[in-house]
């Protein structure tokens, strides 16, 4: 089925670097601008960045922007954020998601994979 | 640092209608329609509601939208047990040229 999967979270000291990827299967990947979205524990969605269908545009959170890079790799269906200099405030669990156009609605989502920075 | 608005919490009993406000400005809300998502705990948020009142596929017809100025609603009629989430609204801002979030609300079915 439409599938996206998160990998390469885990437990990573301030100020240190660490790089997430999105798995897709089952849908057209390069046709579909694609979304970070992370949520800290305990608290509500906040958005991270965008990346369109063909890669030539990114937008970001003021809150990464410097910090934070979104690619993405359309001959291998995959997604990735490049995080640098990571602060305690960017523990979270990060969700990648499908932008399906209507309103930028995030119709996929995967399960996310959590990022702890202490 | 959510740029919309919603209630913390809003409650009702199995059969009621909740309502849930989300609250923007001329640059989110005024300008672009609204998405709302319905997160249960400890899973990925579902896209329930786009383009201010539609609804995806397989989304129960108790579910609609709405939007009037820099506000939009979310209500849920004929309250049932599964319903019981967290409750996001979401727009694009012009200004910001981000995607931002409302604060969530969280429903508890009692």
Redesign the interface.
């Known amino acids: 089925q439409v599938q996206l999967v998160e990998s390469g979270g885990g437990v990573v000291q301030p100020g240190r670097s660490l790089r997430l990827s999105c798995a897709a299967s089952q849908f057209p990947f390069s046709q579909y601008p694609i ?1 970070w ?1 992370r949520q800290a524990p305990g ?5 991270v960045a ?1 990346i369109s269908s063909d890669g030539t545009s990114k ?5 990464v922007k410097g910090r934070f890079t979104i690619s993405r790799d359309n001959s291998k269906n995959t997604l990735s954020l490049q995080m640098n200099s990571l602060r305690p405030d960017d523990t979270a669990l990060y ?1 990648c ?1 499908r932008d399906w156009g ?6 996929v ?4 994979t959590t990022v702890t920075v202490s | ?2 740029v919309l608005t919603q209630p913390p919490s809003a409650s009702g009993t199995p059969g009621q209608r909740v309502t849930i406000s989300c609250s923007g400005s001329i640059s989110n809300i005024g300008s ?4 709302w ?1 319905q ?1 249960v705990p400890g ?5 329930l509601i ?3 009142n ?1 609804r ?1 596929s397989g989304v129960p017809d108790r579910f609609s939208g709405s939007k009037s100025g820099t506000s939009a609603s979310l209500a849920v009629s004929g309250l049932q047990s599964e319903d019981e989430a ?1 409750y ?1 609204c ?3 801002d012009d200004s ?9 609300t969280k429903v508890t079915v009692l």
């Not at chain 1, 989502?109 to 996310?112: E, F, H, R």
């Not at chain 2, 672009?32 to 998405?35: E, F, G, R």
């Not at chain 2, 899973?43 to 896209?47: D, G, I, R, S, V």
């Open positions: 979304h979205v608290k509500g969605l906040e958005w965008v937008y970001y959170a003021d809150s969700f998601a209507a309103s930028h609605g995030l119709d989502w995967g399960l996310g | 640092q959510s672009n329609t609204v998405n998502y997160q899973t990925a948020p579902k896209l786009y383009s201010d539609q995806p967290d996001h979401a727009a694009w910001l040229y981000a995607l931002v979030f409302g604060t969530g």
